[in-house]
């Protein structure tokens, strides 16, 4: 028969792992900052500007939504298309940079959340072809600068990316 002390070590222990567990995952998800603002999610007026704004708008965005597909990897940069709505047009693409840390490999369905500056991309810019969503959430990574500009973030199915600037920045 388990002692008395025994039972209430063990119970000790394990709200004391749920407790830990808990705190490090709140720890773990950045804030979403905008002006050092915080920002909720806002897929409405992320659909929004994409339909009312001109090319090369820019805002700052935090969207929730299911990975659609993934394009091919160019020039170190992850590109994903993302569905942020109930319409089957509903799309931005989140484009993340691996300088910030490697990201799960990810499959259409799985879950993504996205913290960034926000492009509409409807037609070319300079050297930069146009999104075949019709617009772009990108910097969703830790800024080099954090007085300059707004860190990001990209979570993927719970893992969050982009926390790692160690190693970003100009290669010599």
């Keep these: 028969m388990m002692s008395k002390k025994f039972v209430a070590a ?4 394990m709200l004391f792992a749920a407790t830990s567990f808990a705190q490090t995952e709140m720890m773990t998800t950045p804030s979403c900052l905008s002006g050092g603002q915080e920002l909720l999610v806002n897929n409405e007026a992320v659909l929004g500007w994409k339909t009312s704004t001109k090319n090369q708008y820019r805002n ?12 091919p990897d160019h020039s170190g940069h992850h590109h994903y298309e993302v569905k942020i709505g109930a319409n089957q047009n509903d799309l931005i693409e ?3 940079n691996e300088e910030f840390g490697a990201v799960p490999a990810v499959q259409p369905g799985d879950q993504f959340e996205a913290c960034g500056d926000y492009i509409t991309s409807n037609a070319a ?8 969503d019709g617009a772009i959430v990108h910097w969703v990574h830790q800024s ?7 860190s990001g973030y990209l979570i993927a199915n ?15």
């Excluded at 063990?10 to 222990?13: A, G, H, P, Q, V």
């Excluded at 700052?60 to 993934?70: D, E, I, M, N, S």
């Excluded at 719970?158 to 010599?172: F, I, L, N």
Aim: proline content about 10%; hydrophobic content about 35%.
């Design 94 to 96: 989140v484009i993340y």
């Design 125 to 132: 810019a300079g050297h930069f072809p146009a999104s075949p």
């Design 60 to 71: 700052r965005a935090h969207v929730q939504g299911t990975l659609v597909k993934a394009f």
């Design 10 to 13: 063990t119970l000790t222990m």
């Design 144 to 150: 080099p600068n954090p007085k300059s500009h707004d």
């Design 158 to 172: 719970g893992v969050v990316c982009g926390q790692d600037s160690a190693g970003a920045g100009p290669k010599r």
